[in-house]
């Protein structure tokens, strides 16, 4: 029985051994334990938490949309390609709520602008088909060809996307329609 208690004690020390270490002891591949789970994360899209945006969240109403703007462009310029839409969105998400209230032309073109380049922009219907409405620097024609190449961007990534529920990509197919929707209704009492 005293083997046995040993041999418990031994394995639990060893083990704790083990874990402490440092992240240099790595694997047969050059990886470490610390980068395989680096790399798990970022295969699905999360963002490192040392990027800018986690500190502008707190920060966002103490700074000006310029602002807001350029540590944005900061933040993204040194981005990894395997999570730069989900950090793009949450930049936006941050940014748009501020322009909606004081953009300039020109902010409202950048976002515009990003919104269209972003691989799916899934949080921001609402916000891209207002900004586009209400921009008075682009004219209708064009409008409606950046509503449709949005509209058709998002349509396809939904479609593409494994959904909890049908009834949860039906609610974002209705949601995407509601607001290119608004868009032309907008878009027609503003001309």
């Known amino acids: 029985m005293k083997k046995f208690i040993y041999t418990i004690v031994g394995l639990i020390s060893f083990t704790s051994i083990i874990s402490c270490s440092d992240d240099k002891e790595t694997t047969e591949e050059g990886l470490t334990l610390k980068s395989e789970k680096v790399s798990e994360d970022r295969m699905k899209g999360d963002v ?3 990027r800018i945006i986690y500190s502008a969240f707190g920060e966002s109403a103490n700074l000006s949309v ?3 703007i350029e540590l944005y ?10 999570y730069v839409t989900n950090l793009k969105n949450m930049w936006l998400t941050v940014i748009k709520h501020r322009l909606m209230k004081e953009a300039t032309e020109d902010q409202k073109l950048f976002y515009i602008k990003e919104s269209l380049a972003i691989e799916n922009n899934l949080a921001h219907f609402t916000g891209f088909y207002t900004m586009l409405a209400t921009s008075t620097s682009i004219d209708r024609k064009e409008k409606d060809v950046m509503a449709d190449e949005y509209y058709k961007k998002n349509y396809d990534v939904i479609q593409q996307l494994q959904w909890k529920s ?26």
Do not use: C, Q, V, W
């Not at 462009?73 to 395997?82: G, L, R």
């Open 66 to 68: 310029d602002e807001l």
């Open 166 to 191: 049908p009834e949860d990509k039906k609610k974002k197919e209705g949601e995407l329609i509601y607001a290119k929707r608004n868009y032309t209704n907008i878009a027609n009492f503003t001309k």
């Open 48 to 50: 490192p938490r040392d």
């Open 73 to 82: 462009k900061e933040d993204i310029s040194t981005a990894n390609p395997d």
